[in-house]
């Protein structure tokens, strides 16, 4: 049974200056499998029945199922539909430990959701008001934008903290003890290539020998420790840093795109579609609305960084830490 293999670690990345990560995907569904990461995870089963696995946990769930998890926790739902594909039937978000440390430490008014963090660490099922109000709120963050979307998450948070009676802890064992909280020691030094090495040609026979690894293991093995194909991790990193670069400079569209490491501006701009859902001069205009270009005098610094990193220097290593990873959204498989 599938509940007995080890779990699949999965890298989760963030849109460009946004708190949390909000999805919908239908199932069967590449990311519908026993994994884990290293965010908290709301998930709500909007369509169907099945079998739930929550660490040591497995039950049944229904139709509006909502379930919180915590960092590292392995988590799955089997639908008893067989092959049938289930539109939009799981719809979560994801938010770092980091935001929810900010949120509990800067604000003593969310006290009780620091007790609703900590007992995610198991797992929890939510019931009555709180469910219901919970996905009522999970629905209304997907199509809201700047401050309404995190005004939204934060009366989310504060909606499943309220009444401890209607939540159900799950799985009986918290996972530090019997998963690793990062990929394999050869998945880092793959994603830490891609990360310093992202705006110039990057092939995966290069990356794949760097592992001591033939090229289509190693393709395989990269996919079972990120959820993601090389191609697809390696043009969104280039997204994600064009997206800086088009928020905080005034480079052109055809200067970022061979910044980043796209051969031409086609492609680039294609690929930046598929992922931002705009175009990169709509994206500039939508994030101006919020920021104002660096001085001229720190662009460069802006480039730099955004190209190497925080340290600002090709010739320094970038750690890449895993809750910031990177998700497929775009490029060839």
Known sequence: MERKSVPVYEVIVFPPSASFRWNVHDYPHHLAKWHYHVEYELHLIQNSSGTMMIGDYVGPFEPDCLVLTGPNLPHNWLSDTGNLTIPDRDMLIQFSPECADRICTNFPEFEEVQLLMSDAAFGLLFS?????????????????????????????????????????????????????????????????????????????????????????????????????????????????????????????????????????????????????????????????????????????????????GSNASPDKKVQVPMSRGVEAFAGAE
Do not use: W
């Open 128 to 308: 009555g008001d709180t469910a219901r109000k919970g996905a009522s709120l999970l629905r209304q963050i997907g199509p809201a934008q700047g401050a309404q979307r995190m005004i939204l998450f934060l009366e989310l948070l504060a909606t499943l903290a309220r009444n401890p009676s209607e939540r159900k802890t799950l799985s009986h064992r918290a996972p530090a003890a019997t998963i690793p909280s990062r990929p394999s020691e050869r998945a880092e030094r793959a994603i830490n290539y891609i990360h310093n090495n992202y705006f110039s040609d990057i092939h995966l026979t290069t990356v794949a020998q760097l592992c001591g690894m033939e090229p289509s293991a190693f393709s395989r093995f990269f996919k079972k420790q990120t959820g993601h194909t090389f191609a697809k991790y390696v043009n969104q990193t280039r997204i994600y840093s064009a997206c800086t670069l088009l928020a905080h400079t005034d480079r052109s569209v055809t200067e970022i795109c061979f910044d980043v490491g796209f051969n031409n501006i086609a492609n680039f701009n294609r690929q930046f579609v598929k992922f931002c859902d705009q175009t990169p001069s709509a994206y500039r205009r939508t994030a101006r609305r919020c920021t104002t270009p660096a001085p001229a005098s720190i662009q460069e610094s802006i480039f730099m960084a955004a190209r190497y």
